[in-house]
């Protein structure tokens, strides 16, 4: 099958951080998708990008959702809920319930649909006893609710690759070129497209680092991105207030 549209629906994953193009703006799995596709379809493939980062669930449903619904894509891709299992005040319930009501309408408008069961991110991260638990349960319900509506679902979690620290930014929560190009080789596998071989290789894992100089980049990380990260969450902002969507409109791919 060759798609002449796609919409990507999500937060910081799907928007491309940390993943740079030499003007600075973010590439990230689903542009590479998107060009990939593009070459298949040819000049009338059209792609929009709506994910915004720091997007909470309801509000990618709130905001992106309907406007993807509208512009009736052969092929959406949705990925939320990330953000949402790092607050206090997540509710597992609602969520898995709203998720399974978000691709069912995903569904009904005849579109192809991509989910993804994300990455173990929290490998390198502090909270890992109470947030690993809550990944866990989305990761399943995603499978879950991929088998019941027929969704197709790329299984980052049950990719080990996405051990290796290499493949993340040095946020230790996005990913790095290389974990982006990694998730696009799997989403154009998922759909049965060809991709550029290069994309599935494995970086070489750094040399295991000395205690002593492990705990000082982890207080380095702490001081760069873990304390601003906290200051939002206290001060209720986002790291997205202020971004709108690199592509919110169907349009061409262009070099």
Known sequence: MRWRSFVAVGDSFTEGMNDAYPDGTYRGWADLVATRLAAEAGPDFGYANLAIRGRLFPNVVAEQVPAALAMKPELISFAAGGNDVLRRNFDPDALVARFDDVVRQLRSGGADV??????????????????????????????????????????????????NPMLWSTDRLHLSAAGHRRVAAQ??????????????LVPERPARTPWLAARAADLRWAGQHLAPWVKRRLTGRSSGDTVTAKRPLLGPITD
């Open 114 to 163: 991509i989910l993804f069961r994300f990455a173990d991110v929290m490998a390198r991260l502090p909270g890992q006893r109470l947030v690993a638990p809550r990944v866990e349960l989305l990761n399943r319900a995603v499978g879950e609710t991929a088998e019941r509506h027929g969704a197709m679902l790329v299984d980052l979690y049950a990719d080990d690759t996405f051990l």
């Open 187 to 200: 989403v154009l596998t998922a759909l049965g497209v060809g991709c550029d071989e290069e994309w599935l």
